[in-house]
């Protein structure tokens, strides 16, 4: 029991008793107020206490399934980064770059006299694209090198043409006198007409190009398909340095080359307008894809046209054996040559235009039929370039 303050009344738990109960009315005192009961002040801190726990509790619940979430997405993250294959690598993850540079640069064992093409030819058309020397001062290329909807068209001035196996540190480079851009592309103006075979053009240099022989093109219509899965060679200074690093952060320079078979030809594309002087030049394609070494990217096999953006190509039949060199153009391999030997002579048979941008197993390399062409191209250069007789 609990005695109040002026010992007059005792709580027994339900109510105040007075001590004296005999006392007159008016001495009795008001009972005083209900006291904190320890009791009741405990539940109240053990409810507290409890309210606070619970909290904390699934606070640190969440925050451990956040991170837990966390872990797993990275992890996620970074086995799919290593499934994917990296950015523009246009040759075998199994064979070194440097094999690929070996070869462009016709280092031993791949040596012109061992039975390669010369690829001295291909040049590097600024930072730009590259190109294939086809006479002393002409130098063929794609027409989106040198007018593209992005860029637009700059001034002869502007380009430089180098030779040698590396542009950062070329043997030599020559200025443009003149650029020649096929009617067909220029009448575009867009890369909307790609897949009319006509992204070609051709550079005329202020000079003669002096230490390398020009590579013989193709200026007939003597390709056929009887050619069709031949060994073709190409080359180009695209930059699938995203796999490999030269210390310069910028594209890597170095000339590559690489092998690949020959799936595809098509020729007398009828582009849907006609052009100045109501001259209708036809387009025309040779057209590749890049095998994996395990043959399980056979983008052109028989029956097949890769459909969907590219089904221009027509349908036809491809071996899906990888080559010891296989290889496919990524960015900056734009307007090199693809080589097929034709009566013993490794020949220019088509530019580098467009395809597949990333060089991945299965993609394609669609190339400008050069062949196409060759009444444009000696309109432009006279007699006076082989070829054009």
Sequence with gaps: MVLSQDGNYIWDGTKWIPVQQNLPQHQQQLPPTIPLHPAYAQQNIVYVQTHRKSNKFWLLLGGGIF?????????????????????????????????????????????????????????AISDFGSGVIIGDRWVLTAGHVVLDEEYGEEQPGAWVVSVGSDYENPDATYDVKAIHIHPGWRADNSNDGLEYGVDIALIELTSSIQGVTPAPWANSTELDDDFLDSLIYSSGFGDYGSIIDDGSGDYYSQRRAWKNTLDRLSDDIDPPKKYSGDDVWQGGWVVYDFDSPEGDD????????????????????????????????????????????INGEWTV?????????????????????????????????????????
């Design 67 to 123: 991170a837990v979430l966390i872990v797993i997405l990275l992890l996620l993250g970074a086995i799919i980064w290593a499934l994917l294959p990296p950015p523009e690598f246009g040759h075998r993850l199994d064979v070194s770059h440097s094999t690929y540079e070996d070869l462009g640069a016709n280092r031993e064992p791949y040596l012109v006299s061992e039975g390669y093409p010369d690829f001295s030819s291909t040049v």
């Design 298 to 341: 056979n983008s052109l096999a028989q029956g097949e046209n890769s459909g969907g953006l590219f089904s221009y190509v027509g349908v036809g039949n491809s071996s899906s054996i990888a080559l010891d060199l296989e290889g496919t153009s990524v960015p900056g391999d734009s307007g090199g040559p693809t080589y097929l030997k």
């Design 349 to 389: 048979i088509g530019l580098t235009s467009h395809g597949s941008t990333d060089g991945y197993y299965g993609d394609l390399a669609l190339n400008t039929r050069v062949s196409s062409h060759a009444d444009w191209i000696c309109s432009i250069t006279g007699s006076a370039l082989t070829g054009c007789e």
